[in-house]
Nanobody, 123 residues
Framework: VQLQASGGGLVQAGDSLTLSCAGS????????MGWFRRAPGRDREFVAS????????DYTDSVKGRFTISRDNAKNTVYLQMNALKPEDTAIYYC?????????????????WGQGTLVTVSS
């Protein structure tokens, strides 16, 4: 399975961006998916995850109410809609496929990772 993340860019605080993560084959529809990010000088952190049916989602507290994760299994694609962006959201964002069908915040349950897409939010 290959994951291709896209949609990053340079925006101003308060703007919106939508990240996409396209999977290379159909089997990804049975797996939970997640987004993680790594800010400059910081460890990678969990952002959001979604179950394989899309019926369950989970978010880290700092993005709740601003970010929305969704998926289109017919297109093998997961999205991260990011609204009201803040400078502290600046990071490389990675999508990942879980070994399991449910949501998870643990990076060790994700066995396939995309290459990352850079989001830069200026103040």
């Amino acid at each position: 399975v290959q994951l291709q993340a896209s949609g990053g860019g340079l925006v101003q605080a308060g703007d919106s961006l939508t990240l996409s993560c396209a999977g290379s084959r159909r089997t990804s529809s049975n797996n939970g998916m997640g987004w993680f990010r790594r800010a400059p000088g910081r460890d990678r952190e969990f952002v959001a995850s979604i179950s394989w049916r899309g019926t369950s989602t989970d978010y880290t507290d700092s993005v709740k109410g601003r970010f929305t994760i969704s998926r289109d299994n017919a297109k093998n694609t997961v999205y991260l809609q990011m609204n009201a962006l803040k400078p502290e959201d600046t990071a490389i964002y990675y999508c990942a496929q879980s070994r399991y069908s449910t949501t998870s915040r643990r990076s060790d349950v994700y066995h396939y990772w995309g290459q990352g897409t850079l989001v830069t939010v200026s103040s």
